[in-house]
C-alpha cells in the first residue's frame, strides 16, 4: 500500500501544480485591461479539473481507513 500512497501524494502536488498553472495561464491569456478576470476564470478551471482528483483521492483514503478498521476488528 505504500507504492499507492505514494502515488496518490504524487498527483496531488500535481493538481495543485495545475491550479496555479491554470491561473497564470488565464492572466496571460487575457492580459490587457481584464488579466484579474482571467486569472479568476483560470482559477475556477483549475480548481474544476483538480477537485475531481481530490474527490477521488479523499474517497480513496476513506474507505482505506474503513477496511483499516474492519481488518483490525475482525475475530482471529
Same mark, same amino acid.
Given at each position: 500500500?505504500?507504492?499507492?500512497? +505514494?502515488? !496518490? %501524494?504524487?498527483?496531488?502536488?500535481?493538481?495543485?501544480?495545475?491550479? !496555479?498553472?491554470? %491561473?497564470?495561464?488565464?492572466?496571460?491569456?487575457?492580459?490587457?485591461?481584464?488579466?484579474?478576470? =482571467?486569472?479568476? !476564470?483560470?482559477?475556477?478551471?483549475?480548481? +474544476?479539473?483538480? =477537485? $475531481?482528483?481530490?474527490? +477521488?483521492?479523499? !474517497?480513496?483514503?476513506? $474507505?482505506?481507513? $474503513?477496511?483499516?478498521?474492519?481488518?483490525?476488528?475482525?475475530?482471529?
Amino acid at each position: 500500500m505504500g507504492f499507492k500512497n +505514494l502515488v !496518490i %501524494t504524487v498527483v496531488n502536488f500535481f493538481a495543485w501544480l495545475g491550479i !496555479i498553472v491554470a %491561473t497564470v495561464v488565464g492572466y496571460f491569456a487575457m492580459k490587457g485591461d481584464y488579466e484579474y478576470i =482571467g486569472a479568476l !476564470i483560470g482559477f475556477a478551471v483549475g480548481c +474544476l479539473g483538480s =477537485g $475531481i482528483w481530490f474527490v +477521488l483521492s479523499a !474517497i480513496h483514503q476513506n $474507505i482505506q481507513t $474503513i477496511r483499516d478498521i474492519a481488518v483490525k476488528q475482525r475475530p482471529q
